[in-house]
């Protein structure tokens, strides 16, 4: 997925969102996708589950982008891995590796179908709601639920299946962030709390990539939830505008 552009001077909706859409109305100038695997053509990223967020034209959860298909060799890591891989979406990586293998520089294999995909649904006081799932080729699990509100997103991550260790991350627009508690971050007046009904190994952000436009790199924070066993991981993310 290439450099996306800020929405802007346009009613938005919440959507689920993976080479089709759906859509639902929401509050003004808020937009919430949601990538489910529907493939009709072969996949050039490990994107599963991936949840976009704007508000008011700005990106609030954003994937990495593409940068380049021929970066130059002095340019440090394996930036072709990178930006197409799991770490670089708004998902959970299981066990340190992509959520499809990969067969070429531009080709990923074993693609799975959804599971249990539902909404955008009117919810009711201005929320929409929208879910989805799958499993992968070594039998690791993710199933997503979504709930958005005009000053709010409830993101629940069901996950099992997996060997060692699943890590969530949320890809987080630049600024000030800094731990509030041993649970929260905040930057400025927006926080945004990760909760387990299993224990937490680690909570840390991170630097993080992404490409903005192409060829362009820059870095951004990312926050990664790490666990160690099959539960499910609760998002709370509140903008206030």
Same mark, same amino acid.
């Given at each position: 997925?290439?450099?996306?552009?800020?929405?802007?001077?346009?009613?938005?909706?919440?959507?689920?969102?993976?080479?089709?859409?759906?859509? $639902?109305?929401?509050?003004? =100038?808020?937009?919430?996708?949601?990538?489910?695997?529907? =493939?009709? =053509?072969?996949?050039?990223?490990?994107?599963?589950?991936?949840?976009?967020?704007?508000?008011?034209?700005?990106?609030?959860?954003?994937? $990495?982008?593409?940068?380049?298909?021929?970066?130059?060799?002095?340019?440090?890591?394996?930036w072709n891995r990178y930006f197409p891989g799991v770490a670089a979406h708004n998902t959970v990586q299981f066990?340190?590796?992509?959520?499809?293998?990969?067969?070429g520089r531009f080709l990923f294999g074993a693609w799975p179908s959804a599971e249990a995909v539902a909404g955008?649904?009117?919810?009711?006081?201005?929320?929409?709601?929208?879910?989805?799932?799958?499993?992968? &080729?070594?039998?690791?699990?993710?199933?997503?639920?979504?709930?958005?509100?005009?000053?709010?997103? #409830?993101?629940?991550?069901?996950?099992?299946? =997996?060997?060692?260790?699943?890590?969530?991350r949320w890809r987080l627009p630049p600024g000030e962030w800094r731990w509030q508690d041993d649970e929260t971050?905040?930057?400025?007046?927006?926080?945004?709390?990760?909760?387990?009904?299993?224990?937490?190994?680690?909570?840390?952000?991170?630097?993080? &990539?992404?490409?903005?436009?192409?060829?362009?790199?820059?870095?951004?924070?990312?926050?990664?939830?790490?666990?160690?066993?099959?539960? #499910?991981? #609760?998002?709370? &993310?509140?903008?206030?505008?």
């Amino acid at each position: 997925m290439g450099p996306q552009r800020p929405l802007r001077g346009r009613r938005l909706s919440g959507g689920a969102h993976r080479r089709g859409a759906g859509a $639902a109305p929401l509050s003004p =100038f808020l937009l919430a996708l949601l990538r489910y695997p529907r =493939f009709r =053509f072969r996949p050039a990223q490990s994107d599963l589950l991936h949840l976009d967020l704007w508000l008011h034209g700005e990106n609030l959860l954003r994937d $990495a982008g593409t940068y380049s298909y021929n970066p130059p060799a002095d340019d440090g890591p394996d930036w072709n891995r990178y930006f197409p891989g799991v770490a670089a979406h708004n998902t959970v990586q299981f066990d340190d590796r992509d959520q499809m293998p990969r067969l070429g520089r531009f080709l990923f294999g074993a693609w799975p179908s959804a599971e249990a995909v539902a909404g955008p649904d009117d919810a009711g006081s201005g929320c929409v709601t929208m879910a989805a799932g799958y499993r992968d &080729w070594r039998g690791a699990e993710h199933h997503r639920q979504v709930r958005v509100a005009p000053n709010r997103l #409830t993101v629940q991550d069901r996950v099992a299946g =997996f060997r060692a260790r699943a890590v969530l991350r949320w890809r987080l627009p630049p600024g000030e962030w800094r731990w509030q508690d041993d649970e929260t971050l905040v930057c400025g007046p927006r926080t945004l709390t990760v909760s387990a009904t299993v224990p937490i190994r680690e909570r840390r952000l991170v630097e993080g &990539w992404e490409s903005r436009y192409y060829s362009r790199k820059s870095p951004l924070p990312v926050l990664e939830i790490e666990i160690g066993e099959a539960g #499910t991981l #609760t998002t709370e &993310w509140a903008f206030p505008e």
